[in-house]
């Protein structure tokens, strides 16, 4: 029911609130490894906690009050969400810069600005200190307290948040392009939460399980067998601006036979027996091959509706194409729709899984409310909570500190830990300043270096020096005589 009531989101949001960090011992945060390429399992260095430097989805627009804040955590960040003066979204930290009290819990006095709850130390949306109350107008807090801002955008009823130290990216780099795009799409978008690590949430896209395995008794594929076909290679990657991975789809006809078709069933002689086991499946099939062939089928997919094409490659661009995308994406080109799921990083554990669903916009009114009453009354529960929620309780119990013993199918998630670890914006960024802190280390070793030879000439400097005195005192004696 967690598609329709939502009472686990909201559950989940109270306990976050709850667990807010207080009191006088610093919660204890190992800092998240930074990416980079020391040895050949990569998993120590993926940051737990996410990629910084990034836009995230953070949260609908419309969960932000008019006149209150809005507590939210991502990427272990806390964070105060308000309406800034234009009525756009603002992101300040929780925690007040005067004395460490929770922002989110202030008040929205004047526009554009909030105020914490404790001595009403007063922020604009650039984290500007613009009053501190009880002091009065005459407080020299205002113009020398600050507090950290992110910038944000919001895009189709979605506030974006760059989380990076950096200078933000272009955002169109990091969302997907539908959302510039509300003439000719619909965008309609969900959230829920997985109890486990981003990198586990997204993972778990392209690798073996999803040809027939853990979805098996999803409703999806009791309807009509889908899935790709069973192989014992891997799909083979195709990086694109080191931003999104793209499986190729090579050997998915592994054990097609000579007509070209993958039985239902195969032997495998280890157990002496057959997978799938029975085939009960094949007549639920059959009860719905009518629906699809004369109906839904035919509807689905004609001009306009499909094929739905994507503007690039990175997105998914054509059917049946997927991508991992970054900072925390999984992007599939289902034919007459494109599925982006974000595995946005709460903390370590928890997981908000974003999901958009573009498809092309109908052209009249009425069909507009029917694909919407479509989506929000039963295709969003189908796809997003029974069939991804098989993802998620399989996914979620992994242990990542293990030692893996990978097979030949999971060489595309070995190509995502790369990217991650090597390619992205935050690798990029740790060599970089690894190679300031080399630069500056070097100087400082000439300069050290340098020092060496003017403490030579210190000490003939000093040697001097000693002398001085006596010249000194000579000159002394002869002015006193
Ligand atoms: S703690 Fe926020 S104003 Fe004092
Ligand atoms: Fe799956």
Redesign the pocket.
């Known amino acids: 029911m967690g598609a329709y009531l939502r009472f686990a989101e909201k559950r989940i949001e109270k306990a976050l609130r709850r667990t807010a960090t207080r009191g006088v011992i610093p919660p204890v945060r190992v800092a998240p490894p930074v990416p980079g390429t020391t040895g050949a399992d990569r998993r120590p260095m993926i940051p737990y906690l996410g990629l910084r430097e990034y836009w995230y989805p953070a949260l609908p627009d419309s969960k932000v009050p008019a006149k209150k804040p809005l507590y939210w955590r991502m990427l272990g960040d806390e964070i105060a969400f308000f309406r800034a003066a234009d009525g756009s979204v603002a992101a300040v930290s929780d925690i007040c810069p005067h004395r460490g009290a929770s922002m989110a819990q202030g008040a929205c006095f004047y526009k554009g600005t909030i105020s914490c709850p404790y001595h009403g130390a007063t922020f604009d949306a650039a984290g500007e200190c613009k009053a501190f109350l009880p002091e009065g107008p005459d407080s020299t807090m205002p113009g020398n307290l600050k507090i950290r801002s992110y910038p944000t955008r919001t895009l189709r009823g979605w506030v974006f948040i760059w989380m990076g130290e950096g200078t933000p990216a272009p955002i169109e780099e990091d969302v997907p392009p539908e959302l510039f795009d509300e003439k000719s799409t619909v965008f309609f978008t969900t959230y829920t939460y997985w109890d486990c690590n981003w990198m586990l949430a997204i993972e778990?896209?392209n690798d073996s399980?999803?040809g027939f395995f853990?979805?098996r008794n999803s409703v999806m594929q009791l309807m009509m067998y889908r899935g790709r076909g069973r192989t014992p290679l891997g799909p083979r990657s195709k990086l694109v601006h080191d931003r999104a991975l793209i499986p190729l789809m090579k050997n998915q006809g592994y054990y097609r036979d000579a007509d070209g078709k993958d039985s239902y069933q195969l032997y495998y002689p280890g157990v002496d027996g057959h997978w799938p086991i029975g085939t009960w499946r094949k007549w639920l099939w059959g009860l719905f091959k009518p629906w699809y062939k004369l109906v839904y089928n035919r509807w689905r997919m004609s001009e306009p509706r499909y094929p739905y094409k994507s503007p690039s490659e990175e997105w998914a661009q054509d059917v049946g194409a997927s991508a991992w995308h970054l900072p925390c994406m999984v992007r599939v080109n289902f034919g007459a729709f494109a599925f982006t799921r974000s595995a946005v990083p709460v903390t370590e554990n928890l997981s908000r899984v974003v999901y958009f669903h573009h498809r092309r916009r109908a052209g009249w009114k009425v069909a507009q409310w029917i694909q919407k009453a479509w989506f929000y009354g039963y295709f969003n529960w189908w796809l997003h909570y029974n069939?991804?929620g098989?993802?998620r309780d399989v996914a979620a119990p992994c242990r990542y500190w293990t030692e893996e013993n990978l097979s030949p199918t999971d060489s595309h998630l070995v190509m995502l830990r790369k990217l991650v670890t090597e390619r992205s914006r935050d690798a990029k960024r740790a060599a970089a300043l690894a190679e300031e802190g080399r630069a500056a280390k070097e100087t400082a070793a000439s300069k050290r270096a340098s020092d060496a030879s003017l403490d030579v000439s210190l000490d003939e400097a000093s040697s001097l020096t000693e002398r001085a005195p006596a010249l000194e005192f000579v000159v002394g004696r002869t002015d006193k005589p």
Do not use: G
């Open positions: 778990n896209q399980h999803n853990v979805h069939f991804s098989q993802d």
